[in-house]
């Protein structure tokens, strides 16, 4: 899942992953779209899920905001926007955590479009899941929900 909707294009130039003060953060439309996204989740069967996030702050709030319990703030699905040299390490490491056959059940992970894209090759909108599946050792796409769908 994309974070939900923060304004601006990337993080400033001073950003800190460790200072929310310092980056994008979600605008209370955002605050709002994660709820409502995780309100519509239980409504259509999901009642529990591990949750994993990006460390940065607009990540980490629409996980939470989702309302699934604990986050697990996850390195691997951090942004490489401004870090390229980082792609295919990052992109690995969260091909590794899905292909994880010990974890069951439903999984969300909130990240950044640039991961969504190495993952999937998709694009997509604040608040956009992109469903997937393991296979073969790649990851199949399943479906793509905005935050109108319902």
Known sequence: MRHASAPGFSDPPDFSVDD????????????TEARTIG????AHGIDSATVRSSQWCRCLDTAR???????????????????RDRADTQTRA????????????????????INISALTGLTT???????????????????????LDD
């Open 39 to 42: 309100a519509s989740m239980r």
């Open 20 to 31: 929310c003060s310092t980056q994008r953060n979600l605008s209370e439309a955002g605050r």
């Open 125 to 147: 909108r604040p608040g956009e899941i992109v469903v997937v599946a393991p296979r073969n050792g790649d990851i199949e796409v399943l479906g793509r929900l905005t935050p």
């Open 94 to 113: 969260a091909r590794a955590l899905l292909a994880d056959t010990a974890v069951s059940g439903a999984r969300i992970w909130v990240t950044h479009q």
């Open 65 to 83: 905001l989702l309302g699934f319990g604990p986050v697990v703030p996850t390195p691997a699905l951090n942004s490489f926007f401004e870090q």
